[in-house]
């Protein structure tokens, strides 16, 4: 494979930001992304200026949907290196995601030495103040341009980068989440797993409601009861109840596999904390919190590392969760994610990939 880079002109770079505090998240991007087609196999992979696509107002992607995504990110580490953190997890995902969609497999070596490239040259783009990262979405779309509901023969997969800071405007502070007790995300048997579109689409009209409340993201409960705790938004979620830490499991199919998630399991265990993966009713944490011994909860993901969250809107009530404050687990937990990732500390498990 040959990664072909088309030279920009210096009149053609933008302007960088002015300053790592507003930076905001998803908001600026640089000045290259990678593309590939795919037309029964992948071409060689382009690293050109970042600009809109030319699409067929018919392709599949713009009328049904089948997309998908990942969501990554590359650390500045101390030493100046470019750390990215469990890389094979986003492409194993994304695989996943794509065969859940009817879509091709993605050729490795494209995701990754491509990746690896355009990080190199847009390494400059990476802020380097702590919670701040170069957001990394690979895309992939199905292309055709024609009606009826059939899978694309066509894709297109690229690669943009986002300089990025905290995803909550707050930083690393308590959060409020809404619970959604009649809007679904996803059923057993859908697509609630794989990393695609409309599972996102679908989540915009309660993700107004819960603004309109003060909140900041929605919680969702499983479809079939309305009963059991699955995950939130963009980030997978943690209870600590009696010192043992809970999460939901994921056999279910509806939820995202979190790579945050999976590592906070095994960080947490590693500390000697006890880890159970089981549904939590709504109930349940509602009368923990009301008697105290749900101590603290938190959301995972890549965009927001590990969200402290303060408050959970329940039908018509908000129940605070600790006085508003960041518990010692969450804080721990975080301390060690954000040290690995940032090369603060010695990455006892082999997590982060450096590109030099
Ligand atoms: C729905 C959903 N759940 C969980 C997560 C967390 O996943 P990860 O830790 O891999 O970022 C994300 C973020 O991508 C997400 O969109």
Same mark, same amino acid.
Request: hydrophobic share 40%; charged share 20%.
């Given at each position: 494979m040959e990664?072909?880079?088309?030279?920009?002109?210096?009149?053609?770079? #933008?302007? #960088?930001?002015e300053?790592e505090?507003?930076l905001?998240f998803?908001?600026? *991007?640089?000045?290259?992304m990678?593309?590939? %087609?795919?037309h029964?196999?992948?071409?060689?992979p382009?690293?050109?200026k970042?600009?809109?696509l030319?699409l067929?107002?018919a392709?599949?992607?713009?009328?049904?949907g089948?997309?998908?995504f990942e969501?990554?990110k590359?650390?500045?580490?101390r030493?100046g290196?470019?750390?990215?953190?469990?890389p094979?997890?986003?492409?194993?995902?994304?695989?996943?995601?794509?065969?859940?969609m009817?879509?091709?497999?993605i050729d490795?070596?494209?995701?990754?030495?491509? /990746?690896?490239?355009?990080?190199?040259? !847009?390494?400059?783009?990476?802020?380097s103040?702590?919670?701040?990262?170069?957001?990394i979405r690979?895309?992939? /779309?199905?292309?055709?341009?024609r009606l009826g509901?059939?899978?694309?023969?066509?894709f297109?997969?690229?690669?943009?980068?986002?300089?990025?800071?905290?995803?909550?405007?707050e930083g690393f502070k308590?959060?409020?989440?809404?619970?959604?007790? *009649?809007?679904?995300?996803?059923?057993?048997?859908?697509?609630?797993?794989a990393?695609?579109g409309?599972?996102?689409?679908a989540?915009?009209?309660v993700?107004?409601?819960?603004t #309109?409340?003060g909140?900041?993201?929605?919680l969702?409960?499983?479809?079939? %009861?309305?009963?059991?705790?699955? !995950?939130?938004g963009?980030?997978?979620?943690?209870?600590?109840?009696?010192?043992?830490?809970?999460? @939901?499991?994921?056999q279910?199919?509806t939820?995202?596999?979190?790579?945050?998630?999976?590592?906070?399991?095994?960080?947490?265990?590693?500390l000697g904390?006890?880890?159970?993966?089981?549904?939590l009713s709504i109930e349940?944490i509602?009368?923990?919190?009301?008697?105290?011994? /749900?101590?603290?909860?938190?959301?995972?993901?890549t965009?927001?590392?590990i @969200?402290?969250?303060?408050?959970l809107?329940?039908?018509?009530?908000?129940?605070v969760?600790?006085?508003?404050?960041?518990?010692?687990?969450s804080?721990?937990?975080?301390?060690k994610?954000?040290?690995i990732?940032?090369?603060l500390?010695s990455?006892p498990?082999n997590?982060?990939?450096?590109?030099?």
């Amino acid at each position: 494979m040959e990664i072909k880079v088309v030279p920009l002109a210096k009149e053609e770079l #933008k302007p #960088k930001y002015e300053s790592e505090e507003n930076l905001g998240f998803g908001q600026i *991007f640089t000045d290259r992304m990678l593309v590939s %087609h795919y037309h029964e196999g992948w071409s060689d992979p382009i690293i050109q200026k970042y600009e809109p696509l030319v699409l067929d107002p018919a392709a599949i992607c713009l009328q049904y949907g089948q997309s998908i995504f990942e969501g990554q990110k590359a650390y500045l580490s101390r030493s100046g290196s470019i750390n990215l953190f469990r890389p094979n997890k986003n492409v194993e995902r994304f695989k996943a995601s794509a065969a859940r969609m009817v879509m091709p497999s993605i050729d490795d070596n494209i995701y990754f030495e491509g /990746l690896k490239e355009l990080l190199r040259l !847009e390494k400059d783009w990476i802020p380097s103040s702590i919670g701040s990262s170069l957001y990394i979405r690979p895309t992939m /779309l199905g292309i055709d341009g024609r009606l009826g509901v059939q899978p694309s023969k066509k894709f297109l997969f690229y690669i943009i980068l986002s300089p990025s800071g905290s995803f909550f405007p707050e930083g690393f502070k308590p959060v409020k989440i809404y619970v959604s007790d *009649f809007w679904i995300r996803a059923a057993p048997g859908g697509t609630g797993f794989a990393k695609t579109g409309g599972n996102y689409g679908a989540s915009l009209l309660v993700g107004e409601e819960a603004t #309109k409340k003060g909140c900041d993201q929605v919680l969702w409960l499983d479809a079939i %009861h309305k009963k059991y705790v699955e !995950e939130v938004g963009a980030m997978n979620i943690f209870f600590i109840i009696d010192d043992v830490i809970y999460t @939901a499991p994921l056999q279910s199919g509806t939820i995202l596999a979190g790579v945050t998630r999976e590592s906070l399991i095994y960080m947490a265990k590693d500390l000697g904390y006890k880890v159970n993966e089981e549904a939590l009713s709504i109930e349940r944490i509602i009368n923990c919190i009301k008697n105290k011994t /749900l101590t603290e909860c938190f959301g995972s993901g890549t965009a927001a590392s590990i @969200a402290p969250v303060g408050a959970l809107t329940y039908k018509t009530e908000e129940y605070v969760i600790d006085n508003f404050e960041i518990g010692p687990i969450s804080q721990t937990l975080y301390d060690k994610l954000i040290g690995i990732q940032y090369g603060l500390i010695s990455d006892p498990y082999n997590w982060i990939v450096t590109i030099n």
